[in-house]
C-alpha cells in the first residue's frame, strides 16, 4: 500500500509537471524578436545589458513621455516604468503579444492572496487615480477581462474610465507568478526570475530499446494523435507505421513493401541528397495535405528545374563556380512539393502525385542542403530550414546574405496560394504566401522568406511541445564547434562571420566577408567541440533532438536532447532558471535494455551499443523521444530495464517487465544510409491537486 501510494503521488506530480509546462516566459521582445544588447546604452529607461530597446526606442519613449505631461511625480515615475516596460527582455510575455487582442500596457501585477506578494496595480491605482494623464496608454479600448473601458476616448483620469481599483486591476492586472513557470507581471521594476534550486544532477543514462531495423531519416507522429507515426529513409520512400506501447515487446508495425508513397523516381539520392524532411498539415486528418522536402536532379528529371540560389541579387554568376564533385551548379535542387490523400484511404496510401509545388531552388554546391520542414505550432506556417549551400567557410557568405535564402531558416503560408501571376509579379520561388509578421517588415534589406539567418547547416530543429516559443535549431560546425540555437524571429546566429561564439575567417572569400561590428549575433545556448568526441578536428557533426516531455524517464523530463553523427555520444541539456533561456550540458551515457525486442549489437571493446550513425530523432503523440539510426529505430524507456537509477521513476510501472525479445522480423528492405546527415487547464490542475493531496495525506 505505501509502494502503491508512492507511485501515485509521482504520476500526480508529473502530470502536474505537464501542465505547468505549457505556460511559460521566454526572454524575447514584443516584435518576438530576441533581447539585445544595444551598440548605445539607454539613456531614459532603467534598463542595461540585455535588453529589448535601441537607442532610437529609448528616445522615443522618452519622447511619448513627456507629450504625457504628468504633474504629479508620484504618478509620473510609475508611468515612466510603465513605458519602459516594452524595454524588457520579457516583454513578448508582460504584454501578450501571443494573445487575440496585444496589449498598450503590460500585465500589472495584481497580487492580493499573499502578504508578500507585490501588488502594484494597486499602486498605480492609488497613485495615478485622480490625475490627468494626456495621450495616456490606459485610454485605449482593453484587452482586460472586465471587458472595454467606458468613455475613454476622450478621458485622462483613471477614475473616468474605471470606477474602481477592483475595475481597473480586474481588466489590466494578473497575478504574480508562483515560480518561474507561470506567465510574468509587471511591478514596476526590469522581470527577474526567481533563484531555483540547483538543477538535479544528470541521469545516470539512457536507456534504449531497438523496435526497428529500418534506417530512416524521418519521423512525424500522426495528426490524429494516435499511436502511428509516418518513417520516411533517405532514398524517397515513406511509410505510416504503428508504434507498440511502452513495455508490450512489441516491435514497430511496417510493411516496407507497402510504402505510404514512393517518390524514388523523382528523388535524387547519394550523400547529401534525398528526401530529407516530411510534414503533414496540422489539419492533416480534415484535408489530407502534407509535404515532402527532397533534392532533384535536372538533368534527369524535367520537373527539376527552380532559379539558381547563386544570381545576380545575390552578387553572384553561377556560370563562374567550378563543377563541384562533378557536378554543374544548380544542376541539384532544393523542392519542397505538396500531396494529398484525398480521394483515398491511409491504407492505400497517398496520391503520387504533386498537387502543387511549394518551392524549388538551385544549390550551388553539392553540400549543406539542410531541407527539414516543420509546422509551426502556434502560427500553422510551414518553416523550411536551409544550409548555406556547401563550399568551405561559405565563400560566397551566403548565410549572411540577407537577399540570399541560403543559410537561413524559411516561413512560407501555405493556407493561402497566390495565383500564377502573382507567384510571377512578387519573385516567389513557388506557391506559398508570405506570412504577415515575417522580419522583413522591420527589416527591408531582407527577403521576405526569411525568418532567421546565418546558419551553415541546421540539421534537425524542433519545437518544445510543452511550450511552443522554444524552437531549438542544431546546426553543424565548420571546424571547431557544433552548436544548438535558441531560435527567435529575425536572429542572426552569425556564421560565417562566427563559429559557434568564436570568430570566424574563411580559407578564401570570393564573397566578400562581414564585418564583425556589423552584426548582432546570437550565441549557441548548448554545443560542443569536436576535441570533446574525437581528436581529428571536422570529424564531429551534430544531430538535433528534442525537449524530453514523456514521464516514461521522470529524470530527463524537460530535459534537451541531442546526439553526434559519428561519435556515438548523446547529450542532455538543463535550462537554469527555468524559461531563462540558460543551458547547460552534459554527455549522458547510454544502454540498450537486456529484454529489447530486437537485439542491439556492440562494438568490441565498447560498452556502447552499436547504433552506427545517429541521423535524426523523433517523437511520438506519447512525446516518447526515438533515435532514427543507421542500424535501425531506438525508443528511450524506463532506466531500470538498462540497471541505471531514477529517484522518481513509477514503481509500479518498473515493477512490471515487459516480454521477453520478439522473433526478429525479416531483414529491413530499406538500403542503409551512406553519409550524415483556460478554463479547462485550470480546473484540471485543481482536481490533480486535490488527487495528489489526497495522496500525500
Excluded at 363 to 385: E, K, V
Aim: charged share 15%; proline share 9%; aromatic share 12%.
Amino acid at each position: 500500500m505505501m509502494g502503491g501510494g508512492f507511485s501515485v503521488r509521482i504520476v500526480c506530480i508529473l502530470i502536474l509537471l505537464q501542465f505547468l509546462d505549457s505556460c511559460s516566459a521566454l526572454p524575447l521582445c514584443t516584435d518576438s524578436r530576441a533581447p539585445f544588447t544595444p551598440t548605445s546604452p539607454l539613456q531614459f529607461c532603467p534598463y542595461n545589458g540585455t535588453t529589448c530597446c535601441s537607442y532610437t526606442d529609448d528616445l522615443s519613449l522618452k519622447k511619448q513621455f513627456s507629450s504625457m505631461n504628468i504633474s504629479n511625480p508620484g504618478c509620473a515615475s510609475i508611468l515612466k516604468s510603465i513605458l519602459c516596460a516594452r524595454c524588457d527582455q520579457f516583454s513578448a510575455d508582460l504584454f501578450r503579444v501571443d494573445s487575440a487582442s496585444p496589449r498598450e500596457v503590460p500585465v500589472l501585477c495584481n497580487s492580493t492572496a499573499s502578504s508578500n506578494s507585490t501588488n502594484f496595480c494597486s499602486q498605480v491605482w492609488t497613485s495615478c487615480r485622480n490625475i490627468p494623464i494626456p495621450n495616456s496608454p490606459f485610454a485605449v479600448p482593453l484587452q482586460g477581462r472586465a471587458g472595454p473601458p467606458t468613455n475613454s476616448n476622450n478621458s485622462t483620469k483613471l477614475t473616468d474610465i474605471w470606477q474602481s481599483q477592483t475595475d481597473f486591476c480586474n481588466s489590466l492586472g494578473g497575478p504574480s507568478p508562483s515560480s518561474n513557470d507561470g506567465p510574468q507581471c509587471f511591478n514596476g521594476a526590469p522581470v527577474t526570475l526567481d533563484n531555483t534550486p540547483p538543477p538535479p544532477p544528470p541521469p545516470s543514462g539512457i536507456c534504449l530499446e531497438k523496435i526497428a531495423n529500418g534506417s530512416y531519416l524521418n519521423m512525424a507522429a500522426h495528426p490524429d494523435g494516435s499511436n502511428r507515426a509516418f518513417f520516411a529513409n533517405q532514398q524517397g520512400k515513406i511509410w505510416l507505421g504503428n508504434i507498440p506501447k511502452q513495455g508490450s515487446g512489441e516491435i514497430l508495425e511496417l510493411d516496407e513493401a507497402v510504402p505510404f508513397l514512393d517518390l524514388t523516381d523523382e528523388v535524387h539520392f547519394d550523400t547529401e541528397f534525398g528526401m530529407m524532411g516530411i510534414a503533414f498539415h496540422p489539419k492533416f486528418a480534415e484535408n489530407g495535405r502534407f509535404f515532402a522536402s527532397f533534392s532533384c536532379d535536372k538533368a534527369k528529371w524535367p520537373d527539376c528545374a527552380g532559379r539558381c540560389a547563386c544570381n545576380s541579387d545575390v552578387e553572384c554568376d553561377p556560370s563562374k563556380l567550378p563543377p563541384d564533385n562533378g557536378a554543374q551548379p544548380c544542376q541539384f535542387q532544393s523542392v519542397v512539393a505538396e500531396f494529398t490523400v484525398n480521394g483515398s484511404s491511409l491504407e492505400k496510401g497517398a496520391n503520387p502525385s504533386e498537387v502543387r509545388r511549394i518551392f524549388t531552388m538551385g544549390l550551388p554546391f553539392t553540400s549543406h542542403h539542410a531541407g527539414q520542414i516543420l509546422f509551426g505550432p502556434r502560427d500553422g506556417h510551414l518553416y523550411f530550414m536551409m544550409g548555406d549551400g556547401g563550399g568551405i567557410g561559405d565563400p560566397y557568405n551566403f548565410a549572411q546574405n540577407k537577399k540570399s535564402l541560403l543559410g537561413k531558416i524559411m516561413r512560407f503560408d501555405i493556407d493561402n496560394i497566390p495565383s500564377p501571376t502573382e507567384v510571377d509579379q512578387l519573385g516567389l520561388w513557388g506557391n506559398y504566401s508570405i506570412p504577415k509578421d515575417n522580419p522583413y517588415k522591420e527589416d527591408k534589406e531582407l527577403q521576405k522568406e526569411i525568418w532567421a539567418i546565418g546558419l551553415r547547416n541546421p540539421w534537425r530543429c524542433s519545437f518544445d511541445s510543452s511550450r511552443p516559443s522554444y524552437f531549438l535549431c542544431a546546426d553543424v560546425g565548420q571546424d571547431v564547434f557544433e552548436e544548438v540555437n535558441l531560435i527567435s524571429k529575425g536572429g542572426n546566429y552569425g556564421w560565417r562571420a562566427y563559429e559557434g561564439a568564436r570568430p570566424y575567417f574563411p580559407p578564401q572569400s570570393p564573397g566578400g566577408n562581414t564585418s564583425l561590428r556589423s552584426i548582432n549575433p546570437i550565441f549557441p545556448v548548448m554545443g560542443y567541440n569536436h576535441s570533446d568526441v574525437n581528436s581529428v578536428e571536422g570529424s564531429a557533426s551534430i544531430t538535433g533532438g528534442y525537449f524530453y516531455r514523456s514521464m516514461t524517464d521522470p529524470c530527463l523530463h524537460g530535459r534537451y536532447l541531442f546526439a553526434d553523427l559519428y561519435a556515438g555520444a548523446i547529450w542532455a541539456g538543463t535550462e537554469n532558471p527555468i524559461n531563462s533561456g540558460n543551458f547547460t550540458s552534459s554527455k549522458i551515457s547510454f544502454d540498450c535494455a537486456d529484454d529489447s525486442p530486437l537485439s542491439c549489437t556492440f562494438t568490441p571493446g565498447s560498452p556502447l551499443p552499436a547504433l552506427s550513425y545517429v541521423f535524426s530523432f523523433g517523437e511520438d503523440n506519447e512525446k516518447d523521444v526515438f533515435l532514427l539510426t543507421n542500424s535501425g529505430v531506438y525508443r528511450i524507456v524506463l532506466p531500470s530495464r538498462c540497471n541505471y537509477t531514477c529517484a522518481n521513476e513509477n514503481e509500479s510501472t518498473a515493477a512490471t517487465s515487459p516480454p521477453g525479445p520478439s522473433a526478429p522480423p525479416p531483414p529491413s528492405m530499406a538500403t542503409p544510409l551512406i553519409g550524415p546527415y483556460g478554463t479547462f487547464v485550470v480546473v484540471m490542475i485543481s482536481f490533480l491537486y486535490g488527487c495528489c493531496f489526497f495522496f500525500f495525506s
